[in-house]
């Protein structure tokens, strides 16, 4: 499986945006998929993931309630929806799948997309 997230930007506080992950291969609705971010000098974190069928959604408690995550199987494409964004939402954002749980370990990434939220 090919990732490529897209869909960043430059925003400010309180405002919103969708990243959109386009998948490549057949076997995309057999994974189960994730978001990740990273800031620099800092560890990649869990954002939200979500399972293969999009029965179930997982998300970091920091970020429950505004941050949304869906799939659509037939255009190969994962979402995530994010609102009320703060300036700590600042980072690189991946999108990665897993043939695992929802949970990880995840095997497949693709290169960041950069979302800046000014306050």
């Known amino acids: 499986v090919q990732l490529q997230a897209f869909g960043g930007g430059l925003v400010q506080a309180g405002g919103s945006l969708r990243l959109t992950c386009a998948a490549s291969?057949?076997?995309?609705?057999?994974?189960?998929m994730g978001w990740f971010r990273q800031v620099p000098g800092k560890e990649r974190e869990f954002v939200a993931a979500i399972s293969w069928s999009g029965g179930s959604t997982y998300q970091a408690s920091s970020v429950k309630g505004r941050f949304f995550i869906s799939r659509d199987n037939a255009k190969n494409t994962v979402y995530l929806q994010m609102n009320s964004l703060k300036p700590e939402d600042t980072a690189v954002y991946y999108c990665a799948g897993t043939a695992n749980h929802p949970y990880g370990p995840y095997d497949y990434w693709g290169p960041g997309t950069l979302v800046t939220v000014s306050s």
């Open positions: 291969g057949r076997t995309f609705s057999s994974y189960a």
